[in-house]
């Protein structure tokens, strides 16, 4: 199981559209088995996935039990092959509660859950809160790849070093961490992202993915009819990125997963 953290301390930039889209699409257009973790205390990919609840378990049990099972806090969606590790507004106490149990390992609690479970999927993509709270430092203990969406302005340039900075540290845990690089999200075809674009590309230290997503209604719409965006406007602009994405991560990043399940598909 390759697990894809989608992280940005800065909110706005598209975090949990593009969490969504990149596992609905590996699973639905690719045939992948995939886990989608809701690792943000709004739960918004619950809620997108009509699995919001407070009576249920959720990633807050996951990282303050311990031994706790993730199957048992693990949803299915309506869509076949991708799961849902849900969250609520619990993870903020879970984060709390983390940081005074020292009694295990506080940075490899998610990472340990998911090993019984890493033979059911193909990949686990994680979805993170605008913060960097232990949460957030499992979500990145865990994960082999991360993924940092970008908006073209000046505040969420001056974030990046920070959060390479913050994946450096966290090598300490997860050596094999590897930041694959910025997705830049709401692209419009304009003089200053056209600019904002080029600076990011010749940046020293941050990867940029050939790949954009433009901006379009279809995305805002989205978040209403709760339908991914391949599902509600395949047509759209957006639609086509996030397929030309994650087209793009598997041949640069996972060739060995490329053919497989397309093939799978193909004959299906």
């Given at each position: 199981?390759k697990i894809?953290?989608?992280?940005?301390?800065?909110?706005?930039?598209g975090?949990?559209?593009?969490?969504?889209?990149?596992?609905?699409?590996?699973?639905?257009?690719?045939?992948?088995?995939?886990?989608?973790?809701d690792?943000?205390?709004?739960?918004?990919?619950?809620?997108?996935?009509?699995?919001?609840?407070?009576?249920?378990?959720?990633?807050?049990?996951?990282?303050?039990v311990?031994?706790?099972?993730?199957?048992?806090?693990i949803?299915?969606?309506?869509?076949?092959?991708l799961?849902?590790?849900?969250?609520?507004m619990?993870?903020?106490?879970?984060?709390?509660?983390?940081?005074?149990?020292?009694?295990?390992?506080?940075?490899?609690?998610?990472?340990?859950a998911?090993?019984?479970?890493?033979?059911?999927?193909?990949?686990?993509?994680?979805?993170?809160s605008?913060?960097?709270?232990?949460?957030?430092?499992?979500?990145?203990?865990a994960?082999?790849h991360?993924v940092?969406?970008?908006?073209?302005?000046?505040?969420?340039?001056?974030?990046?070093?920070?959060?390479?900075?913050?994946?450096e540290?966290?090598?300490?845990?997860?050596?094999?961490?590897?930041?694959?690089?910025?997705?830049?999200?709401?692209?419009?075809?304009?003089d200053?992202?056209?600019?904002?674009?080029?600076?990011?590309?010749?940046?020293?230290?941050?990867?940029?993915?050939?790949?954009?997503?433009?901006?379009?209604?279809?995305?805002?719409?989205?978040?209403?009819?709760?339908?991914?965006?391949?599902?509600?406007?395949?047509?759209?602009?957006?639609?086509?990125?996030?397929?030309?994405?994650?087209?793009?991560?598997?041949?640069?990043f996972?060739?060995?997963?490329?053919?497989?399940?397309?093939?799978?598909?193909?004959?299906?």
């Amino acid at each position: 199981m390759k697990i894809l953290t989608v992280y940005n301390m800065k909110g706005g930039v598209g975090k949990t559209t593009t969490a969504i889209n990149i596992a609905h699409i590996l699973s639905q257009v690719h045939g992948y088995r995939v886990l989608l973790i809701d690792n943000d205390q709004q739960g918004n990919v619950s809620q997108f996935f009509d699995l919001h609840s407070y009576d249920l378990p959720c990633i807050a049990d996951v990282l303050t039990v311990k031994g706790y099972k993730v199957a048992d806090a693990i949803r299915h969606t309506q869509f076949e092959g991708l799961h849902v590790l849900p969250s609520n507004m619990n993870l903020i106490r879970a984060n709390k509660a983390i940081l005074l149990d020292i009694g295990w390992p506080q940075h490899k609690r998610l990472r340990t859950a998911l090993e019984p479970v890493k033979d059911e999927y193909d990949f686990a993509v994680i979805d993170n809160s605008p913060s960097y709270n232990m949460s957030e430092v499992n979500a990145l203990v865990a994960s082999d790849h991360v993924v940092i969406p970008i908006v073209i302005d000046k505040f969420t340039f001056d974030g990046v070093e920070v959060i390479l900075e913050q994946v450096e540290d966290i090598r300490e845990y997860n050596p094999g961490i590897r930041v694959l690089g910025g997705l830049v999200t709401m692209y419009q075809n304009s003089d200053i992202h056209r600019q904002g674009l080029e600076w990011l590309n010749e940046r020293p230290g941050l990867s940029m993915f050939q790949t954009v997503i433009r901006r379009s209604l279809s995305i805002s719409r989205m978040t209403f009819t709760c339908m991914p965006i391949i599902k509600q406007s395949a047509q759209s602009n957006p639609a086509n990125d996030y397929k030309a994405f994650v087209n793009e991560y598997l041949h640069r990043f996972v060739p060995e997963y490329k053919n497989v399940k397309n093939e799978k598909c193909a004959n299906s």
